[in-house]
């Protein structure tokens, strides 16, 4: 019975070999560079989930990001598409809009990229020296001027006109889901998960804040726009409001499912959480729940509001954006997103 085990056991590896030694053949073959600006083909071919949406400063147009490997503007009010950005490489986990609205960084897994809106234009790749850190979060800072980025185990502040490097923050074992500046400017959250949520200071790196209670990874970490709350989501649908100064809780919901994303509204009186399925709005001062919203999708990865609050828009595992009117929280428009080719509905 040893014998017949250690057999298969060789069999087993052999055969797992030969299809690494494929695999790797094949790679070289297409001229696949392993990690860097000169991206392998994408692992996720035929994955159509919208992973982020974020709409401009001026609420003119919406940006999605997606696994067909593209960023995509939309016009509003009729949501046509004005121009797809980033073609080929790796698909978007994040996107992000600068506050003067004439940039876009996409988080790509092993490279964040900045993108020139009106022209199309790739302006820089940041790619962490060529080490795969899973980058799927970035954040502009309020005045436009650095870029935040969470990596495997800490955070990359970069300049947002060249994409350099201005310092990196270790942040422990584990990814950095998401990154919020504070509206000051002057710190940073972030998203790990392992447990916790941090708070540091961008100028120097200095951790200032920490919360380590949470039994489940944090997915989000954000700012209210008043910069005296922070909102904290878990993977196993926890949410919690704190109190900045002292990080004491006011509030704790059990949402049900995994946090996928969270945004204040522009007035900082409601909270939109991503779900698997659906999307529940909270009165932030109370944690009473305000409405939930089901788009009949799949998951829900992305949230944004409209700088005016009066729209919501919503990115889903199917590939389609749904926009949701904030005063009677209906729903107004739906359309395909990603694939970027396919027409809208």
Known sequence: MARGRR???RGWFRARTARAMTCAVLAAAAGCAAFGPSYPAAPYIGEMQVTGVSFSPDGEWLVSGGRDRKAVTWRRPDWKPLKAYGEGGWPVYGVA????????????????????????????????????RYMQATAYSPDGGSIAV?????????????????????????????????????????ASDVGSAYLTEAGSGERVKSLSEHAGAVSRVVFSPDGESLAIGLTDGTVGMYRYGKMERTWQVEAGSSVKDMKFSPGGDLLAAA?????????????????????????????SFSPDGGLLASGHEGGTIAVWETRRWRKVKRFRACPFEAAAE
């Open 7 to 9: 057999t298969t056991c």
């Open 275 to 303: 779900h698997d399925g659906r999307i529940s709005v909270f009165d932030t001062g109370t944690g009473k729940k305000h409405c939930e919203l089901d788009p009949g999708d799949g998951r829900v990865y992305g949230v």
């Open 97 to 132: 809009v600068s506050p003067s609205g004439d940039c876009i960084t996409l988080a790509r897994s092993i490279a964040v990229e900045a993108w020139d809106v009106r022209e199309g234009r790739k302006l820089w790749t940041y790619s962490d020296n060529g080490q795969n």
């Open 150 to 190: 969470g990596l495997w185990n800490r955070i990359a502040i970069l300049d947002a006109r060249s994409g350099e490097a201005r310092r990196e923050i270790d942040m422990g074992p584990g990814l950095v889901h998401s990154v919020s500046w504070s509206p000051c400017g002057k710190y940073v959250g972030a």
